[in-house]
């Protein structure tokens, strides 16, 4: 071209062509260099995106960076924790009942001892009270829950291995209470707008997603006969959420500074309040007369207790689901369904209720709170009473109802939020110049905890019934049973999420915190402007 066609090209052209066909000895390094400053300059671009995010979402992360936790934590606990003490330590059903039934008690009363004394603090600012319990609570709480799988006695007649029992778990309740009443106050305390609050329950279900997908990896190694490779999983678990703990607080403490600045205040003797305040178990002149006080005022909520009584169903429901997958799995799921279905099934019944939350915001968000729970809980109902009809032969049918009840218990994502409206119609209610949030928060679970401890008990009693004792490492004892162990878990299956989400909706029905009288609290609560 260059040779027989000069007049048809300028000299800028006639030097690109020369330079293809001959390119200079540093041309390759000059394009490296190129293709190295883009890929520089992509990377920085991807760096002012992600600092620009960060910087826009601070909160959210920081609140987020707890759900991460907690996720990877109670996955672990519940999926394995009843599990250890029953296949590996063979703990005998007689002192698995009696320290839960201590547990139970323990797990009532600690969380309004916590609260009030969370709120009971000298310190001028919530998140001065808040922030230390999350930061330093919480990887302690990491540290303490491996103790979990270390026997101390895989004699389950013998006394130590109910100590270890006792001890572990009153350990591990007591951290979890103590760093989550702080993390679910933290939530009414942080914002008053409803769509600010999902937001960060939104964040916060998306990390602990990602956590409890992690720890469900666990579900894989679980060996009763060889658990180091469960406890290398589950201590790299623990470590992450301990950071991530550590982090949560960092984060928060320098996302609102400027809110943790704002002082409330001076407390004031509760021993004679103002006749148009509410009483307040945080303030100095806190005494018994004081809190009982409080416990009249907030009874007089009647959403409070409609609220209670729907969490302490959900409680026994998601307790008894957790806790007990993998004898769902042994006695009902690998007997009835052919492995491929099976296989499929337990996928989707460990991995698809991590994206509840996330999948359910956009009802929430679309058709308001109360509409979603109303709708989870009358198709909870559906999936049940079609699963009781079709019978266990119909394991196409009942399969997906399994994990259609495993993703509609996800709603329970959505409590926290629901508390936080109940917490705000008290502070409405009685005029409260103070955060009591934690002492709310530890009132009802006074209430509701206790179901942590029936589900386990409830399902150990049914293990029982069908002949599977603690030494039992076969079927062998499930054909001595009154019952078929296979149909007696699928009725179990079906009549719990039936009768529970039946007195669910009877009690929703019930709940009048929502449309305008829920905005006219709000609005009220921005007029008064009250500190965090």
């Given at each position: 071209i260059i040779t027989n066609c000069p007049e048809h090209t300028t000299k800028e052209e006639q030097s690109k062509i020369e330079t293809t066909i001959n390119p200079p000895p540093n041309y390759k390094k000059k394009k490296k260099t190129e293709k190295t400053k883009k890929k520089k300059k992509k990377m920085q671009q991807l760096e002012v995106k992600a600092r620009r995010f960060y910087a826009q979402n601070r909160r959210e992360i920081g609140y987020g960076l707890g759900g991460l936790a907690t996720g990877a934590l109670t996955t672990l606990q519940s999926l394995f924790g009843?599990?250890?003490?029953?296949?590996?330590?063979?703990?005998?059903?007689?002192?698995?009942?009696?320290?839960?039934?201590?547990?139970?008690?323990?797990?009532?009363?600690?969380?309004?001892?916590?609260?009030?004394?969370?709120?009971?603090?000298?310190?001028?600012?919530?998140?001065?009270?808040?922030?230390?319990?999350?930061?330093?609570?919480?990887?302690?709480?990491?540290?303490?829950?491996?103790?979990?799988?270390?026997?101390?006695?895989?004699?389950?007649?013998?006394?130590?291995?109910?100590?270890?029992?006792?001890?572990?778990?009153?350990?591990?309740?007591?951290?979890?209470?103590?760093?989550?009443?702080?993390?679910?106050?933290?939530?009414?305390?942080?914002?008053?707008?409803?769509?600010?609050?999902?937001?960060?329950?939104?964040?916060?279900?998306?990390?602990?997603m990602c956590g409890s997908g992690v720890a469900a990896l666990?579900?894989?190694?679980?060996?009763?006969?060889?658990?180091?490779?469960?406890?290398?999983?589950?201590?790299?678990v623990c470590a992450m959420a301990a950071l991530a703990w550590w982090l949560s607080a960092s984060v928060l403490s320098t996302s609102i500074t400027h809110v943790n600045s704002r002082t409330e205040p001076?407390?004031?003797?509760?021993?004679?309040?103002?006749?148009?305040?509410?009483s307040d178990p945080s303030g100095n002149g806190s005494s018994l007369s004081a809190i009982l006080k409080f416990v009249r005022e907030i009874s007089a909520v009647r959403n409070f207790w409609l609220y209670t009584f729907m969490n302490f169903i959900m409680n026994f429901e998601v307790g008894l689901s957790a806790s007990f997958f993998i004898y769902f799995d042994k006695l009902l799921l690998q007997q009835a369904m052919p492995p491929w279905w099976?296989?499929?099934?337990?996928?989707?019944?460990?991995?698809?209720?991590?994206?509840?939350?996330?999948?359910?915001?956009?009802?929430?968000?679309?058709?308001?709170?109360?509409?979603?729970?109303?709708?989870?809980?009358?198709?909870?109902?559906?999936?049940?009473?079609?699963m009781l009809m079709g019978g266990k032969t119909a394991y196409i049918l009942w399969g997906m109802g399994l994990v259609v009840q495993k993703f509609l218990l996800q709603s329970w994502g959505f409590y926290d939020l629901i508390m936080a409206d109940v917490i705000d119609e008290d502070k409405a209610k009685y005029k409260r110049t103070v955060s009591v949030s934690t002492s709310i928060h530890g009132l009802q679970a006074f209430i509701v905890k206790p179901a942590q401890s029936l589900a386990p008990i409830f399902g150990l009693l049914v293990l029982q019934h069908i002949g599977l004792t603690s030494d039992s490492d076969s079927d062998s004892d499930s054909d001595n049973a009154t019952f078929e162990p296979s149909?007696?878990?699928?009725?179990?299956?079906?009549?719990?999420?039936?009768?529970?989400?039946?007195?669910?909706?009877?009690?929703?029905?019930?709940?009048?915190?929502?449309?305008?009288k829920l905005m006219g609290i709000k609005d009220e609560l921005k007029k008064t402007k009250n500190p965090v």
């Open positions: 009843v599990a250890y003490f029953i296949d590996v330590v063979h703990l005998s059903p007689r002192y698995f009942v009696i320290v839960h039934t201590a547990y139970g008690i323990w797990n009532a009363v600690n969380d309004p001892v916590f609260g009030f004394m969370l709120d009971n603090s000298d310190k001028p600012g919530v998140l001065t009270r808040r922030l230390p319990v999350l930061k330093y609570g919480g990887p302690l709480w990491c540290l303490t829950f491996m103790l979990t799988f270390y026997g101390w006695s895989f004699d389950g007649e013998a006394l130590l291995a109910a100590a270890h029992f006792f001890f572990t778990l009153f350990l591990y309740d007591g951290f979890l209470t103590y760093v989550l009443i702080v993390k679910c106050a933290l939530l009414a305390d942080l914002c008053v707008e409803s769509k600010e609050r999902t937001r960060l329950n939104k964040f916060s279900a998306w990390l602990s666990a579900y894989y190694l679980w060996d009763p006969s060889n658990l180091e490779p469960f406890r290398r999983m589950a201590w790299c001076p407390r004031k003797p509760i021993a004679s309040p103002p006749d148009h305040a509410g099976r296989s499929v099934v337990v996928m989707f019944s460990l991995y698809l209720p991590f994206l509840g939350v996330q999948l359910l915001t956009p009802i929430c968000d679309k058709y308001s709170l109360y509409s979603m729970i109303h709708m989870c809980t009358l198709l909870k109902i559906g999936v049940a009473a079609c149909t007696v878990i699928f009725n179990l299956l079906c009549l719990v999420p039936l009768l529970g989400g039946f007195a669910q909706f009877l009690l929703w029905r019930k709940f009048d915190l929502r449309g305008a």
